[in-house]
């Protein structure tokens, strides 16, 4: 990237005159070096619009934008800074609108159209046991059915598979099918945007014992069966842990354990990424550097540094493979590769532009990544640790210096603290806006935290595997074990400290493109100028904290009704709703506490099949009637109840005469809005198709129906 921006002193043909483009210039050759910094965020902001703008119309309009900006460019001085900012701001913008546009109509695949339940055969392509759940998730490719997707990924019972079930198997099976389903509620996870890029088209549950037709020659992947291996040694949530360092795959972690990991900042150690990589990396280097020291020869005649960088190099790449190179991981084993590279050529090892080259090789890849949580919480993370140790104070707080243990040993803290709190810091605006909820203690949890699965539970692992070559693990495993049971014991503790969780209804877009671009801001520049992100970053802030709840939450099927009664209280229409459904209308609402059920609340009347409720907001009474069952009701009390009502919520299709006095969300009209937030006081209703617009998942999905 360096040649992009030239960093050599820009030169003019013609004297240039004072003022505020001169001046623009020269704070640009001040901050030359952070310019190519900016590369993957111009990129990234495009890949980013194409997610955010509603229609082939408005895409193009940025295109069109885009290049304005370059033409725009061209009127600056020839060899100027900011003639080739913009012009590479411009193309770089444009080029990741239309590297998005272009990666989401590559993977184009079938969606199937309405729930079935079919009986086919299917090919095994990837297998994730979720030993916490007693389950496997298969993806599958359907033979011989040309009804249905090429691609579906199908849930099934550890009781009802066959055993040893493994990638490239052949089943028979009969499941209940429906196509990737969308956001249930505003604000909530979009599965068919994630289904489409993974090219599935159908999900669904296995129905009754599924039979394996034929076998996959040869073995079961090495994946599979070092994560049956290990969870085998190290049993519950702890071994589940240790398969997710090792080979990625979570699947064993009890749902509450990972949820305590996640409310105490600790599910980073659960992905692998930097600093899994940078341990594994590490270690190989030290080895082989030892290993290949022990020869005098080799020692005198080849330069070991850089043959032990090029093992470590190695060792990360392997590691990347096997644990099932995800985005988290692709970025660190990408930057390890540099940083070994950078120890080759005798350059600073590890800076901020690695970061950025990292963060623009996933991205050419993988576009659609910038929306996703991984790769924002991925790079938030490591730009914010390299950002803060690139700073002058830090560097001069952490430089090596002649001073007794105590002191080396309370700096290392003081660092690992603030490293915490900036971290969690950058994080929280991306967590609250995915997640509607964030750990507010991570900073001290991962002091702890980080050192023990480092310096403790990765080492112990890695010799357990080894000795296990001889039949000699069984001692290692148990300290791995004992590690992880304090990683736990952390985990859990922390979660269930007071406000441990901060949770918010919603962040909108705009206070999250805020907090997002002025942190890059505050991170990018040097100098006082970068002081500057704190005003956008803060504005995006309070305007996220001032955003309220909504009243009455209504999911995409009509089934699922949530409202906040009068008194504060939190309830649900039907007592029956899953744990699921709950999780989603509570974060929804900002608020981490359990959902009543509807008849428990003042003003509400209930019977088996249709509840009334009265609520007051805005200085008056809103009536709500919502049905919550099958049967025919009564004709003309059904009918007064409509007239007399502000909302009817049904998820069947309520009859011409049900005419309620603002809104009728139906079968019909929900079919078409899907999920509803709906906030009383300024009688707004956000559905989740206001933010889907005419993307292919979405067009495809419709087209189905």
Not at 686 to 704: I, Q, S
């Amino acid at each position: 990237m360096d040649a992009v921006f030239d960093f050599a002193p820009s030169t003019d043909a013609a004297p240039r005159k004072s003022g505020g483009r001169d001046r623009v210039e020269t704070w640009l050759e001040v901050q030359r070096d952070q310019l190519p910094l900016w590369l993957p965020v111009a990129f990234g902001t495009g890949a980013a619009a194409w997610f955010a703008l509603p229609s082939p119309g408005a895409w193009t309009g940025w295109l069109v934008a885009m290049a304005a900006l370059v033409a725009a460019a061209l009127a600056f001085p020839l060899g100027g800074r900011a003639r080739r900012a913009l012009l590479v701001a411009g193309l770089a913008g444009g080029l990741g609108l239309a590297g998005a546009w272009w990666r989401a109509e590559s993977v184009a695949a079938p969606v199937l159209a309405r729930p079935v339940v079919a009986t086919f055969t299917g090919k095994v392509v990837d297998v994730e046991v979720q030993a916490a759940k007693d389950r496997y998730r298969v993806t599958l490719l359907p033979l011989g059915m040309p009804t249905l997707p090429p691609k579906v990924r199908v849930t099934i019972d550890t009781a009802d598979a066959p055993p040893g079930m493994a990638e490239g198997d052949t089943l028979s099976l009969r499941a209940r099918l429906v196509g990737p389903p969308n956001a249930s509620i505003p604000g909530g996870y979009d599965f068919s945007r994630t289904a489409w890029f993974l090219r599935l088209g159908a999900t669904g549950k296995a129905m009754g014992k599924v039979e394996r037709i034929a076998a996959a020659p040869g073995s079961s992947p090495f994946r599979a069966r070092l994560t049956a291996h290990i969870r085998d040694q190290v049993p519950g949530s702890a071994g589940g842990i240790a398969a997710a360092f090792a080979t990625g795959d979570r699947g064993g972690i009890a749902t509450e354990d990972e949820e305590a990991m996640r409310a105490s900042g600790l599910t980073h150690l659960l992905s692998v990424s930097g600093l899994h990589i940078t341990a594994v990396v590490g270690a190989a280097m030290f080895l082989a550097l030892r290993l290949l020291a022990l020869s005098p020869w080799l020692a005198l005649r080849l330069p070991l540094v850089a043959i032990s960088a090029g093992v470590g190099a190695l060792a990360g790449i392997g590691y990347t493979l096997l644990t099932g190179a995800e985005v988290p991981t692709i970025r660190s084993c990408v930057a390890a590769v540099l940083i070994v590279i950078g120890i080759m050529l005798g350059r600073q090892a590890f800076t901020l532009r690695l970061v950025a080259t990292g963060a623009l090789v996933v991205l050419l890849l993988w576009p659609e990544a910038v929306v996703g949580p991984s790769f924002q919480l991925s790079f938030a993370a490591i730009t914010s640790i390299v950002a803060l140790h690139e700073w002058g104070v830090m560097q001069r707080l952490t430089s090596p210096r002649d001073e007794g243990p105590v002191m080396k040993l309370g700096r290392g803290l003081v660092s690992l603290l603030a490293t915490g709190v900036v971290v969690e810091a950058a994080l929280a605006p991306i967590a609250l806006y995915h997640f509607h909820k964030q750990g507010l203690f991570g900073a001290l949890a991962n002091i702890v935290a980080i050192p023990l699965t480092t310096f403790v539970t990765m080492p112990l692992e890695a010799m357990a595997l080894i000795f296990d070559a001889v039949g000699l693990g069984a001692p290692f495993w148990w300290l791995t074990g004992l590690s992880l049971d304090l990683l736990l014991w952390i985990a859990r503790t922390v979660a269930g400290w007071p406000g441990a969780v901060a949770a918010l209804p919603s962040v909108p877009v705009g206070a999250f493109a805020g907090m997002i671009y002025g942190g890059l801001w505050l991170m990018l520049w040097k100098g006082r100028v970068r002081t500057l992100g704190l005003v956008p970053f803060a504005a995006g802030a309070i305007w996220a904290l001032a955003t309220p709840p909504p009243d009455l939450l209504v999911t995409g099927d009509g089934m699922h009704l949530a409202v906040r009664g009068d008194d504060g209280r939190l309830a649900t229409l039907r007592s029956r709703a899953g744990d699921y459904v709950r999780s989603v209308m509570s974060e929804r609402f900002g608020d981490l506490g359990e959902l009543d059920d509807l008849d428990t609340l003042s003003g509400a009347v209930c019977s088996d099949d249709v509840c009334r409720l009265d609520l007051t907001r805005g200085g008056r009474v809103w009536r709500i009637v919502a049905t919550r069952s099958r049967y025919l009701l009564p004709g003309a009390s059904f009918r007064n109840e409509c007239a007399a009502a502000d909302i009817v919520v049904s998820d069947r299709r309520l009859p011409p005469w049900c005419t309620p006095k603002w809104l009728k969300a139906d079968r019909v009209f929900l079919a078409k809005t899907g999920g509803l937030a709906v906030t009383l006081a300024g009688a707004k209703v956000e559905t989740v198709a206001d933010g889907e617009g005419e993307h292919p998942w979405v067009v495809a999905r419709r087209g189905a129906r």
